[in-house]
């Protein structure tokens, strides 16, 4: 299979607990993003990738969020001293920079849940 | 700056009856427009997208979408709905030139009745 791949897919952790969530793009890809998903809501942008180098990053990525892509592959989202606000669908996705247009793929998610 | 609504949380059909999901964009840039859809506890999926050139845009299962400057709309649409469309569908806006990062809408529930 060659599509986007997050890990793990649930994580149930306590507040003040740190976790760390891991995305695998599709091979070729060279940008990858990093959104959240709440309850009835649509994808809100969280920051991006081009190759290794984060290009943007929302309001929404407070001081205790932290974002990697160290080889311009995988990447991980790390949140500190996590909140019961933090509980989330985390949702990734990568796209082919290129021309106009190209659609992100995206991953099926990790959904995170603070006790 | 570029934003999305999609006029109503809810939509309910019948089986066999007209899909039609509204979604109406702002952008201060020639927008590049997307409908994803979303099944549960999974990511999401691309129905179909408009960059330039023909402004009726035909997507997978059977969807399509008309891209209309005037009325700043890309409403999705579908002949006959079946019960395998039950899911929830995001219209989305690029906010910058090429089309490549994105504004979702919020999204509306689409349910089949039998």
């Known amino acids: 299979d060659t599509g986007v791949s997050q890990n793990p897919r649930h994580k149930i952790t306590k507040r003040g607990q740190n976790v760390t969530f891991r995305c695998d793009p599709i091979s070729e890809h060279n940008r990858l993003y990093w959104y959240r998903q709440t309850l009835g809501q649509g994808p809100e942008f969280l920051t991006y990738f081009q190759n290794e180098a984060q290009l943007e990053k929302s309001r929404l990525l407070s001081d205790r969020f932290s974002a990697e892509r160290p080889k311009g592959s995988f990447s991980t989202l790390e949140i500190q001293r996590t909140e019961q606000g933090d509980s989330a669908m985390y949702l990734c996705?990568?796209?082919?920079?290129?021309?106009?247009?190209?659609?992100?793929?995206f991953g099926p998610g990790t959904r995170l849940t603070v006790t | 700056a570029q934003s999305v609504t999609q006029l109503g949380s809810h939509v309910s059909v019948s089986e066999g009856a007209l899909v039609l999901l509204r979604c109406n964009y702002s952008?201060?840039?020639?927008?590049?427009l997307f409908w994803y859809v979303q099944y549960p506890n999974q990511g999401l999926q691309l129905l179909l997208k408009?960059?330039?050139?023909?402004?009726l845009v035909k997507g997978i299962n059977g969807f399509e979408a008309e891209f209309k400057k005037s009325e700043t709309s890309f409403h999705l649409t579908k002949p006959s709905a079946h019960m395998s469309d039950a899911a929830e569908y995001f219209c989305?806006?690029?906010?910058?030139?090429?089309?490549?990062?994105?504004?979702f809408g919020p999204g509306t529930r689409l349910s089949v009745l039998p």
């Open positions: 989305a806006v690029s906010v910058d030139n090429y089309g490549q990062n994105f504004v």
């Open positions: 952008s201060s840039v020639p927008p590049y």
């Open positions: 408009y960059t330039t050139g023909a402004t």
């Open positions: 996705a990568s796209s082919l920079i290129g021309g106009i247009g190209y659609e992100q793929y």
